[in-house]
């Protein structure tokens, strides 16, 4: 279920990879002289991750809630997934929206750990210096 999930996540790296390869400074970096490694990790790399990095909590979020679900129903498991459905079936509002209070508490902290993978992917961002108007 987890592989399966994990298909959007893989064809957003490879569309950001072959985005990123094509634009002009990759071909001014290898007509530089640049070794291909050089270029990939040091070019290619930094400024590709930073699209699936924004994209990795709201992507892991779904597929750990999708996954909690849909094998706790089928394999008759007692879990968060399974306590969340059946609250929505039966109308239990303080439980549904505990559940989604734990699958939101996640994402926020995974949005947490994105921002701080924003700035080791990429020193040049630096969120304290932004001048908010």
């Known amino acids: ?51 699936v990095v924004a994209g990795f909590p709201s992507a892991f979020v779904g597929i750990l809630f999708t996954g909690n679900l849909l094998i706790e129903i089928i394999f008759s498991l007692d879990g968060l997934g399974l306590l969340g459905f059946e609250a929505v ?3 239990d509002y ?11 508490l996640l994402g926020l902290v995974l949005n947490l750990l994105g921002d701080l993978m924003y700035v080791v992917i990429d020193p040049r961002i630096d969120f304290e210096r932004r001048d908010v108007a």
């Open 1 to 51: 279920m987890v592989i399966g999930g994990f298909a959007t996540l893989t064809m957003l790296t490879k569309n950001s990879f072959i985005e990123e390869i094509n634009k002009q400074y990759v071909l001014t970096a290898r007509a530089k002289g640049l070794t291909e490694r050089r270029v990939l990790y040091g070019h290619v790399f930094r400024n590709a991750m930073l699209i």
């Open 89 to 91: 079936i039966n109308r």
């Open 94 to 104: 303080p439980v549904m929206f505990g559940t989604l209070y734990v699958f939101t």
